[in-house]
Nanobody, 119 residues
Framework: QVQLVESGGGLVQAGGSLRLSCAASGSTFSSYTMGWFRQAPGKEREFVAAIGSSGGRTFYTDSVKGRFTISRDNAKNTVYLQMNSLTPEDTAVYYC????????????WGQGTQVTVSS
């Protein structure tokens, strides 16, 4: 079992940056693939980024490539999402998630953190 707690959301102007953090409990964090998803009002939850257990593989949805960076610190049981050049279209609740393998479904979810980008 992994419990996930996100932080770092907030209100930022377009063009600004935020860094989200996700702290995980449990000794098996380093074996999990970790991901970030987001859900905007009236829309379905969508994949944003993922990182393999060792941090060597990363994946991004096209709309955030070149702007967002996912990283992890296994010693701190934490995964990050650095978000730059934010636009109002990035406004959403951002969720941290965990999967037991790179091709496995995401079974563990945080409570979400709100990111609001003003124009």
């Amino acid at each position: 079992q992994v419990q996930l707690v996100e932080s770092g959301g907030g209100l930022v102007q377009a063009g600004g940056s935020l860094r989200l953090s996700c702290a995980a409990s449990g000794s098996t964090f380093s074996s999990y693939t970790m991901g970030w998803f987001r859900q905007a009002p009236g829309k379905e939850r969508e994949f944003v980024a993922a990182i393999g257990s060792s941090g060597g593989r990363t994946f991004y949805t096209d709309s955030v490539k070149g702007r967002f960076t996912i990283s992890r610190d296994n010693a701190k049981n934490t995964v990050y999402l650095q978000m730059n050049s934010l636009t109002p279209e990035d406004t959403a609740v951002y969720y941290c998630s965990g999967a037991v393998c790179i091709d496995c479904p995401y079974d563990y979810w945080g409570q979400g953190t709100q990111v609001t980008v003003s124009s």
